[in-house]
Structures are given as structure tokens and as C-alpha cells.
């Protein structure tokens, strides 16, 4: 079946535009989450939205981040007033939830702010 | 918060040989110990995980070691091929978490032919 999808794929933009990135989940699967990774580094926990709760929001960096999960499946990660150290490749993973179990990943949007 | 670290960070074997890469955990309520392969330009793919209920888990030429006691666990590949370069990325779970995990730096695991 259809595994998580992203777009765009790669997304260059200037400092201090906003930027929109759409991830779709696997069918089915209520929890959804974004990670940020930078250059060699790990995966950093950015929003995990389960269901119909309330978002955990703790990993944003700062108030220009958001995302917004409509209908319990697509979700879009907004980066408003974009800066150079916001360039990343930003990951989104989806799950069943129903304990604590394997994410799937989506292929990424990799993110250059000039 | 669940700490979790892996070494080495880099790690470069002949093809054949075995590679091993070890991760340690914070937090002893963590239950759940995923590993994740990356390739280039890819996103990770769950390549094995274990539970805290066992020790070892194998999959083929992947092996998954768990020392709760000591906590930490470990990556086993044996008879490496060229295709395992990657970037290797272990995981533990968040209680408390919302059903997250964190997740080391990563290792680089080099194959050389």
C-alpha cells in the first residue's frame, strides 16, 4: 500500500518567506508526527498530533512554526518569516498509536532558506 | 527526559565482517527500542525492534540486543554487504510520551567493499 508522501520534495526559498510543507499519512493511522534534521544530526522531535487530542507542540523552536492536521489526515508544517538556520530536511511519520510502536517515515522535504 | 546516545558515530567494517553499534537509555521505564536505517535522500525505515519483555530478537543477518539493567542495546549486522552503508538511527520510547521516541545522533556505518 501507499507509504507516508511529502511535498515538495525540495523547496529552496529567500529569508523571510513563509514556507508550507504538506505531509500525508498512511491510511488509517491517527498519530502523525514532524522531525526536523539537520546536516549529520539526529532526529528532532518538532509536533505530534494523535487523533482528535490536543497536539503535543513542546519540540517547535520558536512561534514562527506551526502545523495544522485537518480532518484527521493531512497535515501541513508552516514556517513563517523563514531563516537560514531553519534549512533542514523535515520529516513526517505516521502510526496506528495504539502502543508504542513503529513510525513510518515519509521521504522528507528538504528545505534551503538563502 | 529520555536520553539516548549511540556510538560510534562512525563506524567503517570490510564486507563480510560483523558490525556492531551500541546505544545507552536513560530512562528505565522505556519499553520499546526501535532501529532505523537511512539511506541518501531517503527517510528512515524500521530495519528491527525489541521490547523490553526480551533480551534478543534476529531478523536474518540483523540481530537486536537488550540489556535493561544496564540499559543499553545494540545493533548486530553480520556478514555485512556494501548495501548496508547507511545512516543508523536507534530509538527509545517516551513514557508518558504521547507514543514518541527519542532518537539518537545516528551512526554511520560504512561498508567497504
Known amino acids: 500500500g501507499a507509504g507516508v508522501s511529502q511535498s515538495p520534495s525540495n523547496k529552496v526559498t529567500e529569508k523571510g518567506k513563509d514556507v508550507e510543507l504538506r505531509c500525508d499519512p498512511i491510511?488509517?493511522?491517527?498519530?502523525l508526527y514532524w522531525y526536523r534534521q539537520s546536516l549529520g544530526q539526529g532526529l528532532e522531535f518538532l509536533i505530534y498530533f494523535q487523533g482528535n487530542s490536543a497536539p503535543d507542540k513542546s519540540g517547535l523552536p520558536s512561534d514562527r512554526f506551526s502545523a495544522e492536521r485537518t480532518g484527521g489526515s493531512v497535515s501541513t508544517l508552516t514556517i513563517q518569516r523563514t531563516q537560514q538556520e531553519d534549512s533542514a530536511v523535515y520529516l513526517c511519520?505516521?502510526?496506528?498509536?495504539?502502543?508504542?510502536?513503529?513510525?513510518?517515515f515519509g521521504p522528507g522535504t528538504r528545505l534551503t532558506v538563502l | 527526559g529520555e536520553n539516548v546516545e549511540q556510538h560510534p558515530s562512525t563506524l567503517s567494517v570490510q564486507e563480510g565482517d560483523s558490525a556492531v553499534i551500541k546505544c545507552t537509555y536513560s530512562?528505565?521505564?522505556?519499553?520499546?527500542f526501535p532501529w532505523y536505517k537511512q539511506e541518501l535522500g531517503k527517510g528512515p525505515q524500521l530495519i528491527i525492534d525489541?521490547?523490553?519483555?526480551?533480551g534478543e530478537k534476529k531478523d536474518q543477518r540483523i540481530a537486536v540486543t537488550l540489556n535493561k539493567t544496564a540499559k543499553h542495546f545494540s545493533l548486530h549486522i553480520t556478514e555485512t554487504q556494501p548495501e548496508d552503508s547507511a545512516v543508523y538511527f536507534c530509538a527509545a520510547s517516551i513514557q508518558g510520551g504521547n507514543n514518541r521516541l527519542a532518537f539518537g545522533k545516528g551512526n554511520q556505518v560504512v561498508v567497504i567493499p
Open positions: 491510511s488509517g493511522h491517527t498519530a
Open positions: 511519520a505516521s502510526s496506528l498509536a495504539l502502543r508504542s510502536g513503529e513510525q513510518f
Open positions: 525489541i521490547r523490553s519483555n526480551v
Open positions: 530512562d528505565s521505564a522505556s519499553n520499546y
